[in-house]
T-cell receptor
Framework: KAGVTQTPRYLIKTRGQQVTLSCSPI?????VSWYQQTPGQGLQFLFE???????NKGNFPGRFSGRQFSNSRSEMNVSTLELGDSALYLC????????????FGQGTRLTVV | GENVEQHPSTLSVQEGDSAVIKCTYS??????FPWYKQELGKRPQLIID?????GEKKDQRIAVTLNKTAKHFSLHITETQPEDSAVYFC???????????FGTGTKLQVIP
């Protein structure tokens, strides 16, 4: 079966712009989590969605938001981009029945100039 | 909230030697502890996991141990090979809400 798909793979934006990233989970997975990965900070949890509801949220400013659709696909949005938002954004999907393995997408590499 | 600390941040071993990576967690409610391997330019992938009702789990050259009392868990790789070179992340998950907290990662280099 198809894995987790993230689009686009690469993105270059200018400071002040906004960006929307997309994540399609594995079929049947209802939980989607988003992470920001930077060389110095590792994997930082952004938020997690389950059945269109945000269940968990990390310590990121309100410029970072997300949503999940009825087909479990998820989007995250970053408004008023800053240079420090340059990172690899990973999403992961899981069955979410208790604690289960999370499968990661390839990520979207965002560069803010 | 949960806090996961991981050590060391970098580790170099000779091929054939063993490698050990250690993590501690703060939330006693955490009950699932996965380990992910991320090769350069690739996505993290699960290599082994352990649940809080088990003290040790082994899969070929990889093993994980969990000490719930001390709130620490470790990854052991024996007979290391060059293809084991990657960044390894530990994580702790609490409850059924899939809130996963990752450690900061260990860059393992296996020298041929």
């Amino acid at each position: 079966k198809a894995g987790v798909t993230q689009t686009p793979r690469y993105l270059i934006k200018t400071r002040g712009q906004q960006v929307t990233l997309s994540c399609s989970p594995i079929s049947g997975h209802r939980s989607v989590s988003w992470y920001q990965q930077t060389p110095g900070q590792g994997l930082q949890f952004l938020f997690e969605y389950f059945s269109e509801t945000q269940r968990n949220k990390g310590n990121f400013p309100g410029r970072f938001s997300g949503r999940q659709f009825s087909n479990s696909r998820s989007e995250m949005n970053v408004s008023t981009l800053e240079l420090g938002d340059s990172a690899l954004y990973l999403c992961a999907s899981s069955l979410a029945k208790g604690s289960t393995e999370a499968f990661f997408g390839q990520g979207t590499r965002l560069t803010v100039v | 909230g949960e806090n996961v600390e991981q050590h060391p941040s970098t580790l170099s071993v000779q091929e054939g030697d063993s490698a050990v990576i250690k993590c501690t967690y703060s939330d006693s409610a955490s009950n699932y502890f996965p380990w992910y391997k991320q090769e350069l330019g690739k996505r993290p992938q699960l290599i082994i996991d352990i649940r809080s009702n088990v003290g040790e789990k082994k899969d070929q050259r990889i093993a994980v141990t969990l000490n719930k009392t001390a709130k620490h868990f470790s990854l052991h790789i024996t007979e290391t090979q060059p293809e084991d070179s990657a960044v390894y992340f530990c994580a702790a998950t609490s409850g059924g809400y899939q809130k996963v907290t990752f450690g900061t990662g260990t860059k393992l280099q296996v020298i041929p």
